[in-house]
């Protein structure tokens, strides 16, 4: 059995056998020319040498690294446009030309200084004639040796340009760092000078001194006050209020006429009412005499009377006799002492706090001096560096040169081409020619989108997980005008056995009955009508009350292979057609237990029709009246029918064939189903290459008329653009 590819390569050789034989006299056409070309007229070959110049004695740091990074040169430096240009003035040529027929050799990378001998550049130059190609390449090889020392003086300058051009900038950041280092000296110097001779820490110990004597001091001063507290009962505020009451002349003149007051009352009130007008008179003397005291007592104290004590209270504050005022006087005193003390204390331990700030401090300050120190020095020495880059530079000026010397004079020869044998040359480009032809075909058998073997067909199917229930022979048309598709139909048929295979296997999908099958396909001509009309005679021959369906309604009616014939009226009210079952479901003749509902033909609004009540109730009706119904419809490239009609049925079976089926559209449809869930029951091959007896002349006769119309046949269908793009989609 031929493999798959080789079938496929030799189908796209027969397809497009005129493009391999056009590609093939083409190229065999231009090794001719190219095999009786006379044989080219000599040239001459300049040749020259140039020498990479050994660096000499130099003053200058900057000389000896220029000639190092002359000696890196490409075609692209030595071939400028100004040295081409001058050969080209000088020699008379075009500077094309000398781009065109000039080679240039440079000295292999990481061998210019491991070499036992100098480094060189080998020039060739190609001309018609022996005085050009020298000419030529001696003014080259001066041009060159020049365009070295230009690159190198301009180098030098370049450097000394860029240094001159820096030397401001960084004399001016040295400036601002000495600045800055200055300023830093004269805010925070004294405190960084103190803490290296030891004033700031003997003035923390002075301060911790101080605060231990004012401590010892305090507590002396607070036992005084604690045991005059407790001799006199008294709060150093209470001892300061009531010595100055007692000290005041006014207050005692005042406390004792209210004392002589209150007497007076008492010994009248043991003969006089309260309302008695001496008693009233009493009264009014005793609050005046408490009003005068208060304001008095404020006057005394302070606090505009804000914070004057009661009139008892200052009456027994007042009192005291002059040994415990003395005493009270002393407790005031210590108790002022005993104020600024804890204020000193203070002060002290505020300033010794400041102190031990600022001494954690320096080593930060030390360090920052530190850091503006240093970013001085580096200034110091990026501009000292600077300084004797710029006299490096200036001395290497001095000191350029070009880093190439010519080696070796340019000299001539005559260089002859080697004639090839004009067979040679033939025999090579028929040898191409071949290659090509073979490889062009292989290109366009690899871009071919449709199937050509069931091989290719059957393996697309299984990658897809789509069952393939079975692979059918070619069936023909016995009469084409008739459109005889109801091969089962005739007397001893040699398809039946394929088709009661396919029948048998559709019966064991998924293990369920299965009463109505929709059979559609990808594209055109795939034989789905040929398919449904001999599986619905299989089923009828089986015993089956079979119904075949064509809702097909874009396309005549195929009836007339089983001599049914539609009625005429169908097609002017197709609706009253299908609602009438009497009329629309017709007895085949000849077949037993087979009816065909014949199509009414090509409609305009056939989408309407299948999705109208009539159909639908038809083929609900045709289900319960049936064993097998077998539903033909269109291709999924042509338009939607067959998705329309798929819900009044129990699954869909895809029809396809070589040489017309299209990987796309079939990856397409299949991958359209999958996705909607549609109950895709399986595949069928039409147009296997399987052996068929046949039992008639007149098959036998078709058959061999067929095999040699087949390769026209598939060559117009690869021109509609339906089929050979898949542009109808679904």
Do not use: W
Not at 687 to 693: A, L
């Amino acid at each position: 059995m031929t493999p798959p590819f080789v079938k496929r390569y030799l189908i796209a050789l027969d397809q497009h056998k005129l493009i391999a034989v056009a590609s093939f006299a083409v190229i065999v056409g231009v090794s001719g020319v190219v095999a009786i070309q006379p044989p080219p007229s000599p040239t001459y070959k300049a040749e020259g040498t140039l020498a990479y110049n050994t660096p000499a004695t130099s003053f200058s740091t900057t000389g000896v690294q220029i000639q190092e990074q002359g000696r890196q040169l490409t075609p692209q430096i030595l071939l400028a446009d100004n040295v081409v240009n001058a050969a080209a003035v000088q020699a008379r040529v075009k500077p094309q030309d000398i781009i065109r027929k000039l080679k240039l050799k440079l000295p292999e990378e990481g061998k210019k200084d491991d070499a036992p001998v100098a480094p060189v550049i080998e020039i060739e130059y190609i001309a018609d004639n022996q005085t050009t190609a020298k000419t030529v390449l001696d003014v080259l090889m001066q041009k060159m040796v020049e365009q070295s020392r230009l690159i190198n003086s301009a180098r030098v300058r370049a450097i000394t340009g860029s240094v001159e051009k820096r030397l401001p900038e960084a004399q001016k950041a040295l400036r601002n760092a000495e600045q800055q280092l200055e300023r830093y000296d004269r805010t925070e110097g004294p405190a960084l000078f103190a803490a290296q001779d030891g004033t700031l820490v003997k003035e923390i110990t002075d301060s911790q001194q101080q605060q231990r004597q004012l401590q010892i001091t305090l507590s002396s001063v607070d036992a005084q006050i604690n045991s005059l507290v407790n001799k006199l009962g008294l709060t150093p505020d209470q001892a300061y209020t009531s010595s100055a009451l007692s000290a005041d002349p006014i207050i005692a003149k005042l406390r004792a006429q209210l004392l002589q007051a209150e007497t007076q009352l008492e010994i009248l009130s043991r003969d006089l009412r309260p309302e008695h007008p001496q008693m009233v008179a009493l009264l009014r003397q005793k609050e005046a005499y408490e009003t005068l005291l208060r304001e008095r007592a404020t006057e005394v104290l302070g606090g505009n009377g804000v914070a004057a004590p009661l009139p008892g209270k200052i009456r027994q504050d007042s009192s005291l006799d002059p040994a415990r005022q003395q005493l009270a006087n002393a407790l005031s005193g210590l108790q002022t002492q005993r104020d600024a003390l804890q204020q000193q204390l203070q002060a002290t331990t505020k300033t010794e706090q400041q102190l031990r700030e600022q001494y954690q401090g320096l080593p930060n300050k030390q360090l920052e001096r530190g850091r503006l120190a240093q970013q001085v020095q580096l200034q110091q020495d990026f501009y000292n560096k600077l300084l004797a880059g710029l006299a490096d530079a200036k001395a290497a000026e001095t000191e350029a040169v070009s880093s190439l010397s010519i080696a070796q004079a340019p000299q001539v020869s005559i260089e002859q081409e080697k004639v090839t044998n004009p067979a040679v040359t033939l025999g090579a480009g028929t040898f191409i020619a071949v290659l090509v032809a073979g490889g062009l075909i292989l290109l366009l058998a690899t871009l071919d989108n449709t199937f050509h073997t069931p091989e290719e067909i059957r393996q697309s199917l299984v990658q897809r997980e789509v069952p393939v229930l079975a692979e059918l022979p070619l069936v023909m048309f016995l009469d084409p005008e008739q459109g005889d598709a109801a091969i089962l139909a005739k007397p001893d048929s040699p398809y039946l056995e394929f088709y009661e295979r396919f029948r048998s296997n559709l019966r064991r999908v998924e293990n369920k009955s299965l009463r109505v099958v929709l059979l559609t396909s990808t594209v055109e001509r795939e034989g789905k009508s040929v398919s449904a009309y001999n599986l619905a005679i299989a089923s009828a021959q089986a015993g089956k009350r079979t119904l075949l369906v064509e809702a097909d309604l874009r396309s005549p009616s195929l009836s007339k292979s089983l001599k049914v014939v539609c009625d005429p009226n169908a097609t002017i009210e197709p609706l009253r057609y299908y609602s009438a079952k009497s009329d629309c479901i017709r007895l085949v003749p000849n077949i037993e237990n087979l009816y065909i509902m014949p199509s009414p033909g090509s409609q305009r609004q056939a989408a309407a029709i299948l999705e109208s009540s009539e159909l639908q109730q038809f083929l609900e009706d045709a289900r319960g009246r049936f064993d097998f119904v077998v539903i033909d419809t269109p291709a999924l490239s042509r338009c939607n029918d067959a998705l329309l009609i798929e819900p009044l049925t129990d699954g869909i079976v895809i029809v396809t064939r070589p040489g017309y089926t299209q990987e796309s559209i079939l990856a397409e449809a299949v991958e359209e189903l999958t996705e909607a869930e549609l109950p895709l029951l399986g595949a069928i091959i039409n147009g296997v290459d399987k052996p068929v007896p046949l039992t008639t002349t007149k098959e036998k006769e078709i058959t061999a008329e067929y095999q040699e119309t087949t390769t026209i046949e598939q060559e117009e269908l690869e021109k509609d653009d339906n089929i050979k793009t898949g542009a109808m989609r679904f």
